[in-house]
């Protein structure tokens, strides 16, 4: 990531503040974007590097019974528990992530449970049924935004942002746009968090016939499906359920607006889109 010389501070009187990570470094405090880590006579290069983790545990148990030689019962279960770490690219300001995933921390677990049976009746009869049944949890929020809580609302003061629950909280994103990009401000994934918690059920029964060099199977099947789901799915541009802000400089420029003069017009304040999904 390279930020680009600029003089936006100087038009809008911004304090200057040295190449760092951190881009609003008063933000928490003032509750302004008063302190710019873009004002640099020559391009600032930022190198950063973070740990993405994934950790997965599979357990699979199974137990066959056999009463007669006439009759097998069986149970299986299943878990598979897992936890990702995907960290974002600005530290404590939020940012993407590196890979384009969701940020923060991600956890699941899937649980599958399987019985069944089968039965001779004769020599020419044979019946059989199972039943499954598979548990699937899995979700992701941005650490930080859990720690910030309604930054947008409560630190910022900004009406409109965030929401009723944790599902809400966090920082709005705050985008430049125009001439050479800059990365976005906050938890930019428009989709995190999200939050899966889905049912599945399936059963069957069969009949086997048996005549001579001939087989006929009769049965019955049944699946069901129950989806648990939330996510925000109209993330489109910086719709999210904490708030987004886009600067995009047209007001402080008579011509074709720039990163400079979206970065001018962030300082007063002035968004040219704002959005906020539910």
């Given amino acids: 990531m390279t930020i680009q010389p600029t003089t936006a501070a100087v038009e809008s009187g911004l304090r200057l503040s040295p190449c760092s990570s951190v881009p609003f470094c008063s933000w928490r405090q003032r509750r302004t974007l008063r302190c710019y880590t873009v004002p640099l006579p020559e391009p600032c290069p930022i190198q950063a590097a973070r740990t993405l983790s994934y950790n997965r545990n599979s357990s699979d148990s199974k137990i066959t019974y056999i009463p007669t030689d006439r009759t097998t019962f069986f149970g299986r279960y299943s878990v598979d528990p897992f936890t990702v770490a995907d960290p974002q690219e600005l530290g404590a300001a939020g940012g993407g992530t590196f890979d384009g995933g969701q940020a923060g921390a991600a956890a699941g677990r899937i649980q599958n449970i399987g019985l069944g049976a089968s039965h001779v009746i004769t020599q020419h009869l044979v019946i059989d049924t199972d039943f499954g049944y598979t548990r699937q949890r ?10 910030d809580g309604d930054f947008g609302l409560s630190t910022l003061g900004i009406p409109g942002t965030n929401g009723v629950g ?3 909280v966090g ?3 705050f985008a430049l746009s125009g001439g050479t990009a800059f990365s976005s401000l906050g938890n930019t994934n428009t989709g995190n968090p999200f939050l899966f918690r ?3 059920y399936t059963g069957d029964v069969n009949l086997s016939w048996t005549i001579g060099a001939h087989t006929t ?3 019955a099947e049944y699946y069901h499906f129950a989806l648990n789901h939330f996510q925000p799915s109209a993330g489109a541009g910086v719709n999210n359920p904490r708030g987004g802000f886009v600067f995009q400089g047209g007001m ?3 011509t074709t607006a720039t990163l400079n003069s979206a970065a001018s017009t962030a ?12």
């Fill in 217 to 219: 199977k009769y049965g």
């Fill in 166 to 168: 944790p599902n809400y």
């Fill in 198 to 200: 889905d049912n599945q």
């Fill in 138 to 147: 899995a979700g992701a929020q941005s650490s930080i935004d859990i720690a």
């Fill in 171 to 173: 920082q709005p994103i």
């Fill in 267 to 278: 300082i007063p304040k002035v968004p040219a889109l704002m959005s906020a999904g539910v």
């Fill in 252 to 254: 402080t420029t008579n």
